[in-house]
């Protein structure tokens, strides 16, 4: 039976420059970083541990789709979440600040969105809009952002968008 991926072409898609560019950041400083992601699914943490020595750095990475699980996984508690809104830059922020205090962490990245398609959602925000929190020693760094596409493309846009902004961040 052949895999209907490609070893090859799934560890070129891994390969993030920008995650390596992280890796060295956090290396030289002897600090770590603690993920929470809902919307990408696993994917900022894929990239982050395709870094050669990641275990030097990397702490954890958390996938919590479901309201309970962002309560389990950081502590937010649901009348927070049911307050602000769960793809709100308030939540984010929220999730961020305690996954870095829960993890012992120097820095702490969350995000939330919706990847589409909107079918039977509540949410009046469209498919693509993520929030996404970065936190560290001198705050939070937060937005809300769009990214365009299918599905698929969405959620690896996220990915991209999360390593942008903790680059950012970590540059300061």
Known sequence: MQSA???EDL?????????????????????????????????????????PGASAWFDRGVVAYGGTSKQDTTGVSASDLRERGAVSV????????????????TWAVAESGIAGPQTSRRSVKPAGTVCIAVAGPSGVVSGEYFVPGDRAEVMVGIAAKCLELVLEALEG
């Open 11 to 51: 560890a070129r898609s891994l390969h993030s420059p920008v995650a390596a560019q992280i890796g060295a950041q956090l290396i030289a400083r002897g600090e770590r970083l603690a993920v929470c992601e809902t919307t990408a699914g696993g994917l900022i943490s894929a990239h982050l541990l395709a870094v």
């Open 5 to 7: 991926t490609n070893p």
């Open 90 to 105: 308030g939540a984010v922020e929220l999730m961020a600040s305690s996954l870095r205090t829960l993890a012992a962490v």
